[in-house]
């Protein structure tokens, strides 16, 4: 089969590698039918993922078909299509026993891709298959499910869940990527008063008006947080979210938030940032911070199904499986090709 492999900071390559085979009883042999490519692909190329070695196959988000079962597998046969999600679960550790799958102490957790061979590729073995894929409706388009893999779980549950959004709030979301849009699709769900999207770039921050910020600000040119005390007479947001991943936007996050406020971070951060508990310790902030767990997304699929989370709305480009170099080419400019989230499927 082929697959996309990563050899070493800036080298990648479509090529032939052995079949897929099952390892433990418990995996799956998944016939990928759809696959894209995240942000957190690129700091991977760009050598920041150590953990990532020479050789391994990137990819951690796909839809497909169940090709084979290990003798194990309960829920599972071959034919079924599947969500294969970011997060493996083993589903008896600890951590999984409490949904804290991201955490999970049995082998699971963010290894697809990143320990383990990934999704990009023709087929991928799925460890964990009962616990780790989600069954697809009928109904419901490949595309439209792909973006529950990772990014829609992630903004609702590390932004808006963790920072609590409730009906009326005013929500400030730092950065508007596909992660920080996420967000804004998931705060809609509570009926804010105001979501209001910062970021550098107004393409992207055209996309926050598209996908429900009702205020964007170009924090290049216009002070964020006198925009959002203006609106708030003076108080600041009740949910600030993070979504972009540096000391700057991490700290602008926690200046934003109103007395009592949340503070959601969700970017990964790769240096450190200042919490400057000398101004904070007195305004009795809540900071939450996470990896996504993926426990949503049976709750976002229903909304995907029923209409009310236009999902396939991030995906702006279309690619065959062996146009791998030109999909991360334009998904790795996406400030000059309004890249959102590309989509790749087999020809
Ligand atoms: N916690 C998790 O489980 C989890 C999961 C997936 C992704 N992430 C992280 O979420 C973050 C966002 O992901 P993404 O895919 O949307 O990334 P992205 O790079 O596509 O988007 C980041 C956005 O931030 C903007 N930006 C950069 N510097 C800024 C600044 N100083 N002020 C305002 N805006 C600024 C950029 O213009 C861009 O639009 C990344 O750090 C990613 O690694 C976290
Ligand atoms: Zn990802
Ligand atoms: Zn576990």
Same mark, same amino acid.
């Given at each position: 089969?082929?697959?996309?492999?990563?050899h070493?900071?800036?080298?990648?390559?479509?090529?032939?590698?052995?079949?897929?085979?099952?390892?433990?009883?418990?995996?799956?042999?998944?016939?990928?039918?759809?696959?894209?490519?995240?942000?957190?692909?690129?700091?991977?190329?760009?050598?920041?993922v150590p953990?990532?070695?020479? &050789?391994? !196959? @990137? *990819? #951690?988000e796909?839809? $497909? =078909?169940?090709?084979r079962?290990g003798s194990?597998?309960?829920?599972?046969?071959?034919?079924?299509?599947?969500?294969?999600?970011?997060?493996?679960?083993?589903?008896?550790?600890?951590?999984?026993?409490?949904?804290?799958?991201?955490?999970?102490?049995?082998?699971? &957790?963010? !290894? @697809? *891709? #990143?320990?383990?061979? $990934? =999704?990009?590729?023709?087929?991928?073995?799925?460890?964990?298959?009962?616990?780790?894929?989600?069954?697809?409706?009928?109904?419901?388009?490949?595309?439209?499910i792909?973006?529950?893999?990772?990014?829609?779980?992630?903004?609702?549950?590390?932004?808006?869940l963790? &920072?609590?959004?409730?009906?009326?709030?005013v929500v400030?979301?730092?950065g508007?990527g596909?992660?920080?849009?996420?967000?804004?699709?998931g705060?809609?769900?509570?009926?804010?008063?105001?979501?209001i999207?910062?970021?550098?770039?107004?393409?992207?921050?055209?996309a926050a008006?598209?996908?429900?910020?009702?205020?964007v600000?170009?924090?290049?040119?216009?002070?964020?947080?006198?925009?959002?005390?203006?609106?708030?007479?003076?108080?600041?947001?009740?949910?600030s979210?993070?979504?972009v991943?540096?000391?700057?936007t991490?700290?602008l996050a926690?200046?934003?938030?109103?007395?009592?406020?949340?503070?959601?971070n969700?970017?990964?951060?790769?240096?450190?940032?200042t919490l400057h508990?000398?101004?904070?310790?007195?305004?009795?902030?809540t900071?939450?911070?996470g990896?996504?767990?993926?426990?949503?997304?049976?709750?976002?699929?229903?909304?995907?199904?029923?209409?009310?989370?236009d999902?396939?709305?991030?995906?702006?480009?279309?690619?065959?499986?062996?146009?791998?170099?030109?999909?991360?080419?334009?998904f790795?400019?996406?400030?000059?090709?309004?890249?959102?989230?590309?989509?790749?499927?087999?020809?």
């Open positions: 089969m082929r697959a996309l492999v990563y070493g900071p800036g080298q990648k390559s479509w090529e032939e590698v052995p079949d897929r085979t099952i390892v433990d009883d418990t995996d799956a042999i998944v016939r990928v039918d759809a696959v894209t490519i995240c942000g957190t692909d690129l700091h991977i190329l760009k050598g920041d953990t990532v070695t020479d &050789g391994r !196959i @990137l *990819g #951690h796909a839809v $497909g =078909t169940v090709e079962v194990g597998v309960k829920t599972l046969k071959e034919g079924d299509r599947v969500l294969v999600s970011c997060i493996t679960s083993c589903g008896s550790c600890r951590f999984c026993r409490e949904g804290r799958y991201g955490q999970c102490l049995g082998g699971g &957790g963010w !290894i @697809l *891709g #990143h320990l383990i061979d $990934g =999704t990009q590729a023709e087929y991928v073995r799925v460890p964990f298959a009962d616990t780790s894929t989600y069954k697809v409706p009928d109904g419901v388009s490949d595309e439209q792909l973006m529950l893999a990772d990014i829609l779980p992630t903004g609702y549950e590390v932004g808006v963790n &920072g609590t959004v409730r009906p009326g709030d400030a979301i730092v508007a596909p992660i920080g849009l996420a967000a804004i699709m705060a809609r769900l509570f009926s804010p008063s105001h979501i999207a910062i970021d550098l770039a107004d393409s992207r921050l055209d008006k598209q996908f429900g910020a009702d205020i600000i170009n924090n290049g040119r216009e002070d964020a947080r006198a925009v959002i005390f203006d609106l708030t007479n003076g108080l600041g947001a009740d949910v979210i993070e979504a991943g540096v000391p700057a991490f700290e926690v200046q934003l938030a109103r007395p009592g406020g949340h503070i959601a969700i970017g990964v951060h790769g240096e450190p940032a508990l000398e101004e904070q310790w007195i305004r009795d902030i900071v939450t911070t990896l996504v767990d993926t426990y949503t997304t049976p709750t976002l699929l229903r909304l995907v199904r029923r209409g009310q989370l999902s396939a709305k991030f995906v702006t480009h279309h690619f065959t499986l062996d146009e791998f170099e030109a999909a991360y080419d334009v790795g400019r996406a400030a000059d090709t309004g890249a959102l989230k590309v989509v790749l499927t087999r020809s």
